[in-house]
């Protein structure tokens, strides 16, 4: 029901956004969040559909697997991020730090956050997927927290 629920949801869009979390429960296999996060990535296959990340993003998912000393997930990361074809990586620049801080300002979101929504909002994402409610708060974008589809 939810991976039916939530293929329905990614239809309706064509360029999406993807927080460090959904990267995290697809790589890493989640028990629970796995399966629908393989479902974003199946739809991402579709030669019509794009992703997009920030840099930060990277740096956010690569933390823990550095921290224990688990060089083969930070290839797995690494490999995601420069090879999948339809997952464009953004870098933080100085047009998406300015949208960031007014996010940061109007709707009280941490810098990660407010960087993440830039990014999405500037790189032409109708959505966000992420399992973090704190981007509902964001009206340029439509939010899918994977939670809602478990």
Not at 120 to 141: H, K, Q
């Amino acid at each position: 029901m939810g991976l039916a629920r939530l293929t329905a949801f990614l239809h309706r869009h064509r360029r999406i956004a993807l927080d460090s979390n959904i990267l995290i429960y697809a790589v890493e296999q989640s028990p629970v969040f796995g399966d629908l996060a393989a479902g974003v990535f199946r739809w991402l296959d579709a030669p019509r559909n794009s992703a997009v990340v920030s840099t930060l993003t990277f740096l956010e998912v690569s933390v823990a697997p550095y921290r224990d000393n688990c060089e083969e997930l930070v290839d797995s990361y690494y490999g995601l991020f420069k090879l999948y074809p339809q997952l464009d990586c953004v870098p933080v620049t100085i047009d998406v730090a300015d949208l960031a801080a007014q996010l940061r300002a109007e709707h009280q979101l941490k810098t990660p956050d407010a960087i993440v929504a830039a990014t999405a909002i500037r790189s032409g994402a109708t959505a966000l997927v992420t399992n973090d409610p704190v981007f509902d708060r964001v009206a340029e974008f439509e939010t899918l927290l994977l939670e809602r589809y478990a």
